[in-house]
T-cell receptor, first 114, second 114 residues
């Protein structure tokens, strides 16, 4: 069984401040991990993914995430928030092989204050 | 490039009515998925299809049926809609070889059941 916990359903940051969105996972086998972003009234777009290569993964729009096996974490960061980053962010996990079904966290809504 | 296309974008139903949500992808993917998104719940898998003619239940299949008539199309049917099925529905597909762990999402269908 696998699961994802996102800490904080809503995070607010000031424009230019650090963005940190937390994700912890549970998986009985080595996982694939993902961050997706959803802008208002749109579908989900892949931000970045971890597939066991480098533990520090860089994605689009200046976001990055670090896989820490000892902490079972895959937190998403961005050094300087921009107004356009306001969206909902989902962490997801799937196991290698089989149907590659995704298990999603409940999401974190990011607000950016001017 | 169209990617994953869902129709309709919006729908309002009365309790007990039936309808079919359509999904088509033009990326030649074998695997396709249906999710529902509810506030504070993230995305939950309803059904998936590993190939034409095959379907399997996900986490929340009750009240839904699916059809995978060909490689491109995967439809979701509500036979007798209930208010609990008010949600945003997303279809996704994934490649079979390179980057086979990444799912690509449509823009969603927003369904209200009164």
């Amino acid at each position: 069984a696998q699961s994802v916990t996102q800490l904080g359903s809503h995070v607010s940051v000031s424009e230019g401040a650090l963005v940190l969105l937390r994700c912890n996972y549970s998986s009985s086998v080595p996982p694939y991990l993902f961050w997706y972003v959803q802008y208002p009234n749109q579908g989900l777009q892949l931000l970045l993914k971890y597939t066991s290569a480098a533990t520090l993964v860089k994605g689009i729009n200046g976001f990055e995430a670090e896989f820490k096996k000892s902490e079972t974490s895959f937190h998403l960061t961005k050094p300087s928030a921009h107004m356009s980053d306001a969206a909902e962010y989902f962490c997801a996990v799937n196991r290698r092989g089989g149907s590659y079904q995704l298990t999603f966290g409940k999401g974190t809504k990011l607000s950016v204050i001017p | 490039n169209a990617g994953v296309t869902q129709t309709p974008k919006f729908q309002v139903l009365k309790t007990g009515q039936s309808m079919t949500l359509q999904c088509a992808q033009d990326m030649n993917h074998n695997s396709m998925y249906w999710y529902r998104q509810d506030p504070g719940m993230g995305l939950r898998l309803i059904y998936y299809s590993a190939s034409e003619g095959t379907t399997d239940k996900g986490e929340v299949p009750n009240g839904y049926n699916v059809s995978r008539l060909n490689k491109r199309e995967f439809s979701l049917r509500l036979e007798s809609a209930a208010p609990s099925q008010t949600s945003v529905y997303f279809c996704a597909s994934r490649p079979d070889y390179q980057a086979k762990n990444i799912q690509y999402f449509g823009a969603g269908t927003r369904l209200s059941v009164l």
